[in-house]
C-alpha cells in the first residue's frame, strides 16, 4: 500500500525557536513508558491525563463504567444535579482531523455536567496560519480552560499533549480523542463499557473478531490492549494481509494471554465463534483506496449465523461494510452500534467527571437515588 506521509506537529515557522521546542520534547520523549505513565498520574496514583489505552487498568474501567451508568440514570430524573457539577468550567475541544461523534459526544458531556466549551474544528482561522507553533498555541488554549479534548493526525501527538502540560506550569487534564494511526483511548473506553453493559460484567473467556483496517484503525488497537486486561480473551483479526493488526500490538496482547488468530480469507468462518464482532472502515486518508473486499462485509447472512448473545459493534463512521438493511431492524439486541454511539456520551461524561475530581459526587448522588428508589432499572 502507498501510504502517505505521516503528518507531523508543526513547530512554527523559525527554526532558532524549532530547534529549541524539540530539544525539550526529545529529552521529554526519552522518559521510559514507566515514567510517562507516572506523569499522567496525580499524586495519588489517579489518571489525570488519558494519552493511552495502555494507562488503563480494570479498576478504572470499572470505576468509569459505574460512573457512566450512574449519570445516565441520575440525569433520567434529575438534570440539573450534573449540569451544576462543574459548572463555569471550561473544556477546550481542538480537533485537527475530521470527526463527528467523538467531538460532538464530548462537546455535550461537558454541557450535560455544566462546562462551557470553545470547539476548534477549522484551524485555518488559527493563529498557526499566521506561523505560530503548535506548542505554543496547544499552551494558550489550555490556559483558559480546565480540561483540554483533542484530535490530530500525529502518531506523537499523544506525547506532545502530555508535554506542553508538564512544562507549562498551568496543568489541565490532556485528553487524547484520538491521535495517528494508534490511539484512542476514549474510545477504547465507551467501546469496553458497551462491551461490559452487554454481558452484564462477564468479560474473561470472550471472543472479539475485529473485522476491516487492523493495521491503522486505532479504535482496534485501544479496545483491544484494554479487552488484555481480562482472562481467556480470544481475538480474532479479520483483514485481509495488507491490513492485519500490527506487530506492536500483536505482541502487547499476546503477551498478557490474549489468544490471538489471523485471518486473511473471510469473515464467514469467524462469525459463528465471536461473542462481539468489531467492524472498521478502511482509514483511506492513511493511503490505499479505502474498498472494503466484500468477502469481510457484515451481510444479513451474517446476523443469522452469528452466535447466541453476540453483538455487532462498529466505532463509526461506517461505510459499505455493513449491509444498509440492518439499520432498519428496530429493537435488535445484536445491533449494538447505534447504542455504542451514545454510550460514548455517557462516557465521556464520566471521563471529564473523573479527570476533574467530581466521579465520586456522581456516584454517591447515585446511592441515594437508589435508596429512596427513583433509579429506574
Ligand atoms: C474513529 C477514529 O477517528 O479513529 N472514529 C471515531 O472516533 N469513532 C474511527 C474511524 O475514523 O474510522
Redesign the pocket.
Known sequence: MNDKKAPGIYWGEYESVSNVDKAHFEAFKRQSPADIEKACRDENGRLRHIINAEHFDLEFLTTICETAKAARRIDDGNREFLGKLLRGRGSINLFK???S??WASFSRAAGILGMQTVDIKDVSTSSEVKGESEKDSLRTLSSYGDALVC?HPSDEYDLFGLWVQKSSGREIPFIN??SGTKR?PT?GILDYYTINESFKGNIDGKVVAFVG?CLR???VHSLAKILALHKNITAYFVAPEGLQIDKETEEYIDTRGVMVHKETNSLRRVMPLADVVYM??V?SEHGGSGDYNENFKFTMDSLDSMREGAILMH???KRDEIAPEIDYLKGDQRVMYWRQQRN?MWTRVALLAHVLGVDDKIREAYKEYAKIGLDRK
Do not use: V
Open positions: 482531523q475530521p470527526s461523534r467523538t484530535r480523542a484520538g484512542h474510545q483496517d484503525g486505532r479504535t472498521t472502515r482509514q466505532p463509526g463512521p460514548g
